[in-house]
């Protein structure tokens, strides 16, 4: 299986390509916008650097939320184009899932989601301990505490800093976007499926008002 990976819902644009498990080439930027113009150019180029055409690419797997919301519609709409195109099939992989993969244990995927907010997932050898969410920051370090109890423990993502109060000693990995190596290790375990956006809250953006 040649797996294509995705990920542009965060502060980075990271693409990987993987076969049964091995690395071919993989380019990762770190970015605030400008995603969907830069996400193109990087395939073609780890398609290159891997000498693989994407005719033999079977799975498209990509990052489909929380996150940006534009950046995370750019991922997937290049996901489904590109394997309706080859006929490839689709994965969807959440990003704090991918953010968790960082670290083996005990590990919480944090991503900072402004307004005082994080979304956050707790998970334990890569099995979820809680759904993905979006909380106050205090009532976050409170449901992390609860959870975890004192035991050793991983904060990964850009929320991490955040809830550090919550959790001393615990290790941090202040990840800006997803690693799409880890979005393809994940996308090999799982059954194929559609692209569906995970949206825990409503877009900042709002739609002008009518005028009168």
Same mark, same amino acid.
């Given at each position: 299986?040649?797996?294509?990976?995705?990920?542009?819902?965060?502060?980075?644009?990271?693409?990987? &390509?993987?076969?049964?498990?091995?690395?071919?080439?993989?380019?990762?930027?770190?970015?605030?916008?400008?995603?969907?113009e830069?996400?193109?150019?990087?395939v073609?180029?780890? &398609?290159?650097?891997?000498?693989?055409?994407?005719?033999?690419?079977?799975?498209?797997?990509?990052?489909?939320?929380?996150?940006?919301?534009?950046?995370?519609? #750019?991922?997937?709409?290049?996901?489904?184009?590109?394997a309706?195109?080859l006929?490839?099939?689709?994965?969807?992989?959440?990003?704090?899932?991918?953010?968790?993969?960082?670290?083996d244990?005990?590990?919480?995927a944090?991503?900072?989601?402004?307004?005082?907010? #994080?979304?956050l997932?707790?998970?334990?050898?890569?099995?979820?301990?809680?759904?993905?969410?979006?909380?106050?920051?205090?009532?976050?370090?409170?449901?992390?505490?609860?959870?975890?109890?004192? @035991?050793s423990?991983?904060?990964?993502?850009?929320?991490?800093?955040?809830?550090?109060?919550?959790?001393?000693?615990?290790?941090?990995?202040?990840?800006?976007?997803?690693?799409?190596?880890r979005?393809?290790?994940?996308?090999?375990?799982?059954?194929?499926?559609?692209?569906?956006?995970?949206?825990? @809250?409503?877009p900042?953006?709002?739609?002008?008002?009518?005028?009168?």
């Open positions: 299986m040649i797996i294509l990976a995705l990920d542009t819902c965060l502060g980075a644009c990271s693409v990987a &390509l993987v076969s049964d498990g091995g690395i071919l080439a993989h380019a990762s930027e770190a970015m605030a916008r400008g995603h969907q830069r996400l193109a150019p990087m073609e180029r780890v &398609l290159a650097e891997a000498g693989v055409p994407p005719g033999v690419v079977t799975r498209v797997a990509v990052t489909v939320g929380p996150g940006s919301f534009t950046g995370l519609r #750019v991922g997937i709409a290049f996901a489904k184009g590109f309706q195109a006929g490839a099939e689709t994965v969807g992989v959440g990003v704090l899932e991918a953010l968790a993969a960082e670290a244990g005990l590990v919480c944090a991503i900072d989601a402004r307004r005082d907010q #994080v979304y997932q707790v998970l334990e050898d890569g099995v979820p301990l809680m759904a993905p969410d979006v909380l106050p920051i205090g009532t976050a370090a409170a449901r992390l505490a609860e959870i975890t109890r004192g @035991r423990l991983t904060l990964a993502g850009s929320g991490a800093a955040l809830l550090a109060d919550a959790a001393p000693g615990a290790r941090i990995i202040p990840a800006e976007g997803c690693d799409a190596r979005v393809a290790r994940i996308a090999a375990t799982r059954g194929a499926g559609p692209l569906i956006p995970l949206y825990l @809250r409503a900042d953006a709002k739609l002008p008002a009518a005028r009168a």
